[in-house]
């Protein structure tokens, strides 16, 4: 089951990265690297950090537990989504009044000009993040059941409707070119949610949204694994988010450079590690409940051997043929031969922390599993504080590229300290005892 779990993850990842380096490969030929990309990928950015760190990862993490442990699944479930929805739909529409202070904030390099241009934009963007979560909400309940054939796939679904945006506005103006991308994400939103509907009303799940009186000791449970889950999954994607703020005091295309390569540093990590942690996650959860230590960590260990080679493989292509993939991607158009030689270079400081960050979303499932959510959290800001000495330390020599690796250095001390907290005696145990699980 989990091997046939990651292969249905997998499929449906790659299926999504490819329409999505078609996606890049369109905007990159119809945008370029310029200030209009910029503006563009910042106000996608805020949404997509909230979609990764609160809606998807975080979420997941503390519902499936939770859920796996509450006597009446129906309220629990009812009005988790109730309450959070409300919130996040608040949340959009203070992003709205608000536009151009946050717009601002994430973007402080940004002029009063660029400012007022990013701004309409950051507030439609940010319309994406409570269709996210409706989306995340019913794949958790499905991935309870081992159906991850709709989330996998739906992903895809964004990209089409960008893809669209871009073919359809083609020729227009670039500023305009970025509303017709904005609208675009939501109607991928809208899409993603339809979907998901469908499969829970062919599951039988349609009963989560009665909203009936609910056990406020799970609730209280669940809301407390979920602060933790929030800070702890956090790491990777604040470092991305600080890698945009930083590089808008650099020069023009410094945000469109480190965007163009952490896409292509995404695909094996998404292909290999985040489709396994998917898959792993709900077995290593009801292991732990049924107090089967010993198969979690059997599945652990086939889980991260697979990985560690794929990932492997993947960093060495990525490594050796860095020019060639982003030439073969992005040159053509408004991107030129001095994008890609910047792009490939930021390329290769990401994948240098491939593996670390692999292997980190793994082991962590351990903790998140045990609910040991804050002291995941805790480990989370010790690896995003390294990173932020270290962006601070490396910008100003090595500029975007400096930004890049110094991510790749907190990768290294979030699976360092995840292994801290896993038991260097489990870790040798499950890898160079006769007696391995």
Known sequence: MLIKSIFT?????????????????????????????????????????????????????????SYAKAKHKIRFSS?????????????????????????????????????????PL??????????????????????????????????????????????????????????????????????????HIIAIKNKNLCKIFTFKKHNKKEENRFYKSFLGATLGSSTAHISAFLDTWLASFLVTGSIS???????????????????????????????????????ALNLMRKSSLILIALLSIATLIGIVFNNEIIWLLFERGAFNENDTSNTALILTMYLIGLIPYGLAKIFSLWLYAKEKQFLAAKISMKALGTNIVFSLIFIIPYEAAGLAFASTLSGFILLILTLKEFGMKNFKTLYFSKDSI
């Open 79 to 119: 009005m988790i989504f109730l309450q959070l929805i409300g919130f996040l739909i608040v949340l959009s529409l203070f992003v709205t009044l608000f536009s151009s202070l946050i717009t601002k904030a994430i973007a402080l390099g940004f002029d009063t000009k660029t400012v007022e241009l990013a701004a």
């Open 9 to 65: 993850n997998s499929s449906g990842i790659l299926v999504s990265r490819i329409l999505g380096f078609l996606r890049d490969l369109l905007t990159a030929s119809i945008l370029g690297a310029n200030i209009y990309s910029d503006i563009f990928f910042v106000a996608f950015k805020l949404p997509n950090l909230f979609r990764r760190i609160f809606a998807e990862g975080a979420f997941t993490q503390a519902f499936i537990p």
């Open 122 to 195: 950051v507030a439609i963007n940010f319309y994406y993040l409570p269709l996210i979560f409706i989306v995340t909400f019913m794949a958790a309940l499905l991935q309870y059941k081992h159906h991850f054939a709709t989330t996998a796939f739906s992903t895809a679904l964004l990209n089409l409707a960008l893809i669209a945006a871009l073919l359809i506005s083609k020729g227009m103006d670039k500023y305009e070119i970025t509303y017709y991308l904005s609208y675009g994400v939501l109607v991928g939103g809208l899409l993603q949610v339809l979907v």
């Open 257 to 295: 450079y480190l965007y163009y390569a952490n896409r292509v540093f995404q695909l094996p990590l998404a292909l290999f590690a985040i489709a396994t942690s998917v898959a792993l996650f709900p077995m290593i959860a009801r292991a732990i409940k049924n107090k089967d230590e010993s198969k």
